[in-house]
């Protein structure tokens, strides 16, 4: 069965110091993978995603996931969180034709001043 | 605004009302999906439509729930008999399909259903 597990349910850091969001996955076949952010009461905005290539990905606010098949991890990184970052994260997991994502629990992002 | 607009973005109604909700994908998007988020959870997967068919329901798809997308364009999800359990945010997500790759979904902001 397909299944996303984000370990951390809650994580906070103060604001300058870096990030790294887990996420691991479980998926048959060639897994797309993607992760998205939430802000409280909206919708979901795509930070990156990975389909296939290098496996270290950048995505948009300084994000970027590196894709690890052996241990079946995509997990998020940013070198220095802005308290604008606060928010709740998704990591999601579709098949070669995305019909359908399989998101994560997510983790909440709280940035201490 | 050219990106996935949902309507209403708020919705409070008594229990065994009938409630619809509409979505306006990207307008090149040939995939619309809908997807419901209960508090503290990540989205969970409802259905998807290429065009105007529907291709795929989930199990969570209830004999109360009834999507639509006539002529390939906007979606509509209507919950008959509403139930304090099918309090959530739902929401609607477009991609653009080619071929057999599905592109990334871009989501609206949600509507939120409270049945009181």
């Known amino acids: 069965a397909q299944s996303v597990t984000q370990p951390d349910i809650h994580i906070t850091v103060s604001e300058g110091a870096s990030l790294e969001l887990r996420c691991n996955y479980s998926y048959g076949a060639t897994p797309y993978l993607f992760w998205y952010v939430q802000s409280p009461g909206q919708g979901l905005q795509l930070l990156l995603k990975?389909?296939?290539?290098?496996?270290l990905v950048q995505g948009i606010k300084g994000f970027e996931a590196e894709f690890k098949r052996s241990q079946s991890s995509f997990n998020l990184r940013k070198p220095s969180v802005h308290w604008s970052d606060a928010a709740e994260y998704f990591c999601?997991?579709?098949?070669?034709?995305?019909?359908?994502?399989?998101f994560g629990q997510g983790t909440r992002l709280t940035i201490n001043p | 605004d050219t990106g996935v607009s949902q309507d209403p973005r708020h919705k409070i109604t008594k229990r065994g009302q009938n409630v619809t909700f509409r979505c306006d994908p990207i307008s090149e998007h040939n995939r619309l999906y809908w997807y419901r988020q209960t508090l503290g959870q990540g989205p969970e997967f409802l259905t998807y439509?290429?065009?105007?068919?529907?291709?795929?329901k989930s199990r969570l798809l209830s004999d109360r729930f009834s999507a639509e997308r006539p002529k390939g364009s906007f979606s509509t999800l209507e919950i008959q008999r509403t139930e304090q359990g099918d309090s959530a945010m739902y929401l609607c997500a477009s991609s653009l399909s080619l071929g057999t790759e599905g592109g990334e979904a871009f989501f609206g902001q949600g509507t939120r259903l409270t049945v009181v």
């Open positions: 990975y389909f296939s290539g290098d496996t």
């Open positions: 999601a997991v579709g098949g070669k034709g995305a019909q359908k994502l399989v």
């Open positions: 439509f290429q065009n105007e068919a529907q291709l795929e």
